[in-house]
């Protein structure tokens, strides 16, 4: 399809190492204007999200809840399938580039939900919403960010957060079960439908008690696999830093990787697995009413640390389990580590997981793109946004989103652009609050 090739050849360019310079120069600039905030508050994230700050008794959600849905968004099939991509063009080297950068993108994320709580939530009819759609009209540009931004997320949500994640949900139950398309549409359509039309309450509800289902699973799972193969993680650890600043081949050659594939793929990958500097987990903890907006911003560091290393977990199941020179990519590949120890059952069990992780998605970005709609419309029209909401549910098990997969690529890449920006030009007051905080 030209389409394809069209974008294909647009993405090769720009999402290449102009998209990595962009986001690695910001984070560092960041890291050091920010005096090291991800190490410095390490631990104080552990401690103010067993102890979190309080919030407005009309909030949406509490700052735990933000927490939670945080995850929710960003543990999903971009770890699963995204991970063992990363390793199939960028080899094992990507997996040490997925960890680094994850690590660089957590004052990403504390820039973000610091923004986001410190210029609290707007009221659109009697809903709220916060994020980047307040925050990014403090930046220059003025209203023109904010506007872009929503309209881009909006697409963003209904696309990837939705109809993508119920595609993955579809192909690992008919690969796995062989179930039939038109009960998944139907049962994912009620699903949804049962969950919007709750409104914000049953949204968080929801995700609150899915994370723990998926988050442990997969913890579970994977240090089993680990556990298994335990005599190669070491020399695993060893290929993992040699591949990263050392080109090298498998398979007699036939597939080389270079220092460069392991630094793009690793990077881009863990960019849009963990959702650090999207904005996502501005507009969830921009609900919170909170008035601790750097303890927040601390607290929501560890959501971007967990995700990253979920990421780094599962490239590190495919290079102990003896996969990567079997040909395979995307869940394929991890399905293929996990059958090393679970037999015929780790296709069942990865495909379980993805179903949770895509469902997982779909609901935090319910709530994700409700906000985008609600600034979009000045908080009308929502039982309209509810049925949108569950018509991309089923079109997306209906339907082949291959070429979906690649437009969401450009939002995706949009919407970490703008935020990024915002967030360069709001550094000085970040910097300013931070620097008054005592822990």
Not at 69 to 90: D, E, K, P, Q, R
Not at 143 to 152: E, G, Q
Not at 402 to 419: D, G, Q, R, S
Request: net charge positive; charged share 10%.
């Amino acid at each position: 399809m030209q389409i394809e090739a069209l974008l294909d050849a647009i993405s090769s360019r720009l999402f290449g190492w102009p998209l990595i310079m962009y986001v690695v120069v910001i984070c560092l600039v960041a890291t050091f204007y920010l005096g090291f905030v991800q190490f410095r508050y390490f631990i104080s994230s552990f401690r103010y999200t067993f102890f979190p700050p309080k919030s407005s008794k009309k909030a949406d959600m509490t700052p735990l809840q933000a927490f939670i849905n945080t995850l929710n968004a960003s543990i999903g099939n971009g770890s699963l399938a995204g991970m063992a991509v990363a390793l199939y063009f960028g080899g094992p080297g990507a997996a040490l580039w997925v960890l680094v950068m994850g690590i660089l993108l957590m004052v990403i994320r504390y820039a973000e939900v610091f923004l986001s709580v410190y210029y609290g939530a707007e009221t659109a009819g009697n809903t709220i919403f916060g994020g980047p759609m307040v925050y990014l009209k403090n930046a220059l540009g003025g209203m023109w960010l904010p506007t872009i931004y929503a309209i881009i997320c909006l697409f963003f949500g209904f696309s990837g957060g939705n109809a993508a994640q119920t595609n993955s949900i579809m192909l690992a139950l008919t690969s796995t079960w062989q179930m039939s398309l038109y009960p998944i549409a139907i049962a994912l359509g009620l699903l949804v439908f049962y969950i919007v039309a709750g409104g914000a309450q049953r949204i968080v509800k929801v995700s609150d008690a899915i994370v723990p289902i998926k988050v442990s699973l997969f913890f579970i799972s994977a240090f089993a696999v680990l556990i298994y193969h335990a005599g190669n993680i070491i020399p695993a650890l060893s290929l993992i830093i040699k591949g990263a600043f050392t080109p090298w081949a498998i398979a007699g050659g036939a597939l080389g990787y270079s220092i460069q594939a392991a630094i793009r793929y690793g990077t881009n990958n863990v960019v849009f697995a963990t959702e650090s500097g999207l904005g996502t987990s501005a507009i969830l903890f921009g609900a919170t009413g909170s008035t601790t907006p750097v303890k927040d911003g601390i607290m929501s560091m560890l959501t971007a640390f967990i995700s990253t290393i979920v990421c780094f977990l599962v490239c590190l199941c495919i290079i102990t389990s003896g996969v990567m020179e079997t040909g395979l990519t995307s869940t394929a590949l991890t399905t293929a580590a996990y059958k090393t120890v679970f037999g015929t059952s780790g296709g069942a069990l990865v495909s379980f997981l993805a179903t949770t992780f895509g469902i997982g998605v779909l609901v935090a970005y319910a709530y994700i793109t409700r906000a985008a709609w609600l600034f979009l419309t000045n908080g009308r029209w929502l039982i309209l946004f509810n049925i949108l909401y569950c018509l991309f549910a089923v079109f997306g098990v209906l339907v082949e989103v291959k070429l979906l997969w690649k437009i969401v690529e450009f939002a995706n890449v949009i919407m970490l652009v703008i935020n990024l920006f915002g967030i360069v030009c709001l550094l000085p007051l970040i910097r300013k609050k931070l620097m008054q905080f005592k822990d």
